[in-house]
């Protein structure tokens, strides 16, 4: 019953943060921390989680729910979770109290990936549910199954008419080059390292312990809470519903393509598709 009041609230949380932007902040919202970024119409972003969500829903041949870990492993993966759950708070409790600045990037690697794996060696077992798990989908629906939710939601978000304006020319003023290495280093840093961290390591730990729902929710809330540097772009209020509808929304999507089909590289590609999908034309311009 518990498990199911928190994913009720969760989700009411996500759903209320979009419609409180709906009626006070207009359509349009400010999804990147970027000055040169456009804005994105609400509907759009709306539009494109929830299909994005029915399309991992609706696709056949997905992996049904994790089973629940069995109870001589779940002492140890209480730790790891607990662990994991305080690196997790960790960064943006750095960033509220010290704003990092070149130092964020790096930070969040050694936290992220070096936190992550001192824990699992630290708190060992040889738990190998997650892997048995992926193994009970057939190798061609692992990597054709994610691609109508990645598609279907990149078309809605960046393509369709509900995806408003495609003006990056205030990204003009930076050569290639320079745009190059900061896609490839937000690649590592954001689109792999956490991917790695929230739905690979936390979400797959949080599932065998608590059921799906719960551990997408969840870590849907903390990927939200990660995105505390934006705190100071406006109105307080205003920037913690950006994170929770937009950051909130996206950790939801990853979180059940994840929970589907235990594809990696599909919610890195959707993360990927985030950070620098709109970027592209600038260079091939």
């Known amino acids: 019953m518990r498990r199911r009041i928190f994913t009720a609230l969760g989700l009411a949380l996500l ?3 979009a419609a409180a932007l709906a009626l006070f902040d207009g359509p349009d919202v400010r999804t990147s921390a970027d000055p040169e970024a456009p804005t994105k119409p609400l509907a759009g972003i709306v539009a494109a989680t929830l299909v994005g969500l029915l399309l991992v829903r609706l ?3 997905r992996l049904p729910a994790m ?3 069995e109870a001589a492993h779940r002492p140890v993966l209480r730790r790891q979770v607990v662990g994991l759950v305080a690196v997790a708070l960790l960064l943006p409790a750095l960033v509220l109290a010290v704003d990092p600045g070149i130092w964020y990037a790096p930070i969040k690697l050694v936290l992220f990936l070096g936190g992550a794996a001192l824990l699992l060696r630290l708190y060992r077992t040889d738990w190998r549910g997650g892997r048995a798990h992926r193994r009970d989908l057939p190798t061609r629906w692992y990597w054709l199954g ?3 939710a990645v598609l279907g939601w990149a078309y809605l978000l ?3 008419p509900l995806a408003g304006s495609d003006d990056v020319s205030g990204y003009r003023r930076y050569d290639r080059l320079y745009l190059l290495a900061a896609m490839l280093l937000t690649f590592v840093t954001a689109s792999l390292a956490e991917e790695i961290f929230y739905r690979a390591v936390l979400q797959t730990r949080l599932e065998a ?3 799906r729902w719960p551990a997408v929710v969840a870590t849907s809330l903390l990927f939200a809470a990660m995105h505390t540097h934006r705190i100071g772009d406006g109105p307080l209020w205003e920037v913690v519903a950006v994170m929770l509808a937009w ?3 996206f950790g939801l999507l990853a979180g059940y393509l994840w929970a589907r089909y235990r594809n990696l590289w599909a919610v890195v590609a959707l993360h990927t598709a985030v950070n620098s999908l709109s970027l592209l034309p600038l260079l091939v311009d």
């Open 15 to 17: 759903i209320s943060a």
């Open 59 to 61: 696709v056949p041949l």
């Open 67 to 69: 089973p629940p870990a």
């Open 146 to 148: 994610p691609l109508p």
């Open 158 to 160: 960046y393509y369709s």
């Open 209 to 211: 312990l608590y059921g």
């Open 247 to 249: 950051n909130g929304g």
